[in-house]
């Protein structure tokens, strides 16, 4: 009988968005190879030094989950950057309009503040993260395919998740649509409690099902060229990390070997072990390298215990923290916890703050606030501003703690007190110059502090007539008891 062969379906042309995403792929992948390439080719430091050329989302979440300064370069700035109150107000001097009192309760109710706090981490970690937005117009998981149905909605929860977990599957194909190129479809994993077995431990279970763009917050962090993924934050340190990996665990194994010394043993010249002797030895041996021996008994061994090799690695340590500090921004005190930020010295803290102040207006609230409360307006969740324009306030990053004040307080005291103790003081430098150029006092203040001046004056004028009144009154009583 014979063989027919297999007839081949012709494939069909890729088409213009495939070859920009194929040629962006190679072009990422040409410039990954060439990295540490050094003399026309013949040394690649990458390869030498142990650094991978391609990072991939779960190797930057694992290092997130097991390296400490790693965990403090993503959870430092986002610590610090929701740290306060985030107000949803409409003016300035106004906090009781329908917005903020809505934008309050919403805020409780779906404990938001932790659910921006996480959706900034995951984002962090990868190119970008998503809050899956439960509105209630979904009955079964098919329903998340389709774009959120138009009208008042209700928002029953919000779900941060990760790259790994939120896969872009499809994106939008028309040239015309203001969203081209950006992801039209996501592929969303739930890792879904069952609920307890017998041995009291929760079973879970991984749920799949596709969701629409409309029903989910897209974030990315440090856009470059692409409008969908971003930067992540480990990954211009990433050699930095692993350097440091292999110092810090480099030095305990050092230490772990060279601090306790090891012997040399010399057997005499005229001294024959028997094997019953040597394996003897070998048991002391071997008990001493685990600890359960702390001396080593033998005739005809002569022991000579060996130098310690240990080495100090906090100088090489701290040439990586330095170079981990410049590019994130990060003080090296605050990367490392050695001082709580408030402690550490004015100059670290302020620039410190200028950073966090930076990411709140440009990442914190322009990425996830702002578009978050659009949304919640688009579906009426919250109510429209009444003068079409809201604010997003933040707590004050700058404003003195009470040491802080008490300190000034205290250095303001005493040039009042020098400057009072001169009587030819005033006539060099007046009262309101003093207040205002020395002690920094605003012109409302220095108002304010003459007010209170001119008022205990008064008090104390009146004092002295009342006291003088009433001598003046017991006096004579006096003298006719006399």
């Not at 739930?190 to 799949?208: D, H, L, Q, R």
């Not at 990411?359 to 579906?379: G, M, N, Q, T, W």
């Not at 104390?460 to 009583?477: F, L, T």
């Amino acid at each position: 009988m014979e063989r027919t062969k297999p007839t081949s379906k012709k494939e069909a042309p890729m088409t213009m968005e495939q070859i920009k995403v194929f040629s962006a792929l190679v072009g990422r992948a040409q410039l990954a190879t060439s990295m540490g390439v050094q003399y026309g080719g013949d040394r690649d430091i990458y390869q030498a030094l142990g650094y991978p050329t391609n990072i991939t989302y779960a190797a930057y979440a694992a290092r997130y989950s097991r390296q400490d300064i790693a965990k403090a370069i993503i959870d430092r700035p986002i610590s610090y950057t929701w740290k306060g109150k985030i107000l949803v107000t409409e003016a300035k001097d106004d906090k009781d309009t329908k917005l903020e009192k809505a934008w309050l309760k919403l805020m409780e109710d779906l404990k938001l503040k932790s659910k921006f706090v996480r959706l900034d981490k995951v984002s962090s970690i990868g190119s970008y993260g998503v809050l899956l937005l439960g509105f209630n117009d979904t009955q079964k998981p098919e329903d998340f395919e389709k774009p959120v149905q138009t009208g008042t909605r209700q928002l029953l929860y919000v779900k941060p998740l990760g790259e790994g977990n939120a896969k872009i599957s499809a994106y939008e194909k028309d040239p015309q649509n203001d969203r081209y190129g950006k992801p039209l479809m996501y592929n969303v994993t739930f890792i879904a409690e069952e609920g307890t077995t017998v041995s009291n431990t929760s079973s879970t279970i991984e749920k799949n099902m596709k969701v629409h763009y409309t029903r989910v917050l897209h974030v990315a962090g440090e856009l470059l060229e692409s409008e969908t993924f971003g930067e992540p934050v480990l990954k211009p340190v990433w050699n930095r990390l692993m350097d440091l990996e292999k110092l810090v665990g480099g030095s305990a194994e050092m230490f772990w070997r060279g601090a306790r010394p090891g012997f040399q043993g010399k057997v005499d010249k005229d001294f024959k072990m028997t094997p019953a002797q040597l394996t003897e030895l070998e048991t002391q041996i071997d008990e001493y390298e685990h600890n359960l021996r702390r001396m080593l008994v033998n005739e005809g061994v002569d022991y000579t215990s060996l130098s310690q090799q240990v080495a100090d690695p906090s100088t090489h340590v701290d040439v990586q923290i330095q170079m981990i500090s410049a590019q994130t921004g990060i003080p090296k005190r605050v990367l490392t916890g050695s001082e709580r930020g408030e402690l550490s010295s004015s100059q670290d803290r302020d620039a410190w703050f200028d950073v966090i102040q930076t990411r709140r207006e440009e990442h914190a609230e322009s990425i996830i606030v702002r578009p978050f409360v659009d949304l919640c307006i688009k579906y009426k969740i919250l109510p429209e501003p009444s003068t079409k324009e809201y604010f997003i306030e933040w707590s004050d990053l700058f404003a003195p703690s009470e040491k802080d004040k008490a300190e000034v307080g205290k250095i303001r005291a005493t040039a009042i007190k020098d400057y009072v103790s001169n009587p030819a003081a005033e006539f060099i430098l007046p009262p309101d110059a003093f207040f205002k150029h020395l002690l920094g006092f605003t012109d409302e203040q220095i108002d304010g502090v003459q007010e209170m001046a001119n008022e205990h004056q008064g008090e104390m004028i009146q004092r002295e007539q009342d006291d003088i009144a009433r001598a003046a009154v017991i006096e004579p009583k006096i003298e006719e008891t006399e």
